[in-house]
């Protein structure tokens, strides 16, 4: 299963989000809902949550900065159902705590998807294109 484009959809009065019918094609079941990096949240199908967390099982909990990332992972996911037209409702306490605003982003990143405020992301997008080239000579395995 692979996400990926950007997509624009408003986050309705009662906290719903339509996911693009692109993304909705590659996913069967519920999803897997926690915190992202750069101020994003990732959704992740069960097939890639339980990758994830087969990854996350082989960090030591005796690490100090291993033991936090996966309580922090862990204690910020919830399931999300995706109903019959295909929307996800975020509940209230996800839409203040992680200051999610209406106007949303939402974005394939190959095994899973990020959701953006709109502003934050056409932000980092811009200045992440900018360096494209230097990034990309930094990444040895590409």
Not at 8 to 25: G, I, V, Y
Request: hydrophobic fraction near 35%.
């Amino acid at each position: 299963m692979l996400f990926f484009g950007t997509y624009e959809h408003n986050l309705d009065a009662k906290n719903r989000l339509m996911l693009p019918s692109k993304f909705r094609s590659n996913i069967s079941g519920n999803l897997y809902c926690n915190i992202g990096f750069d101020g994003s949240l990732s959704l992740y199908t069960e097939e890639s949550f339980t990758k994830l967390s087969t990854k996350l099982s082989e960090l030591s909990f005796n690490n100090k900065k291993e033991r936090e990332y996966i309580r922090a992972i862990y204690a910020n996911t919830i399931e999300l159902e995706i109903d019959k037209i295909g929307r996800i409702q975020i509940p209230t306490y996800i839409v203040n705590k992680f200051k999610i605003p209406k106007s949303l982003a939402i974005i394939g990143v190959g095994d899973h998807i990020e959701i953006w405020d709109k502003e934050k992301w056409d932000n980092y997008s811009s200045e992440s294109l900018k360096n494209f080239d230097e990034i990309a000579e930094d990444i040895k395995n590409v």
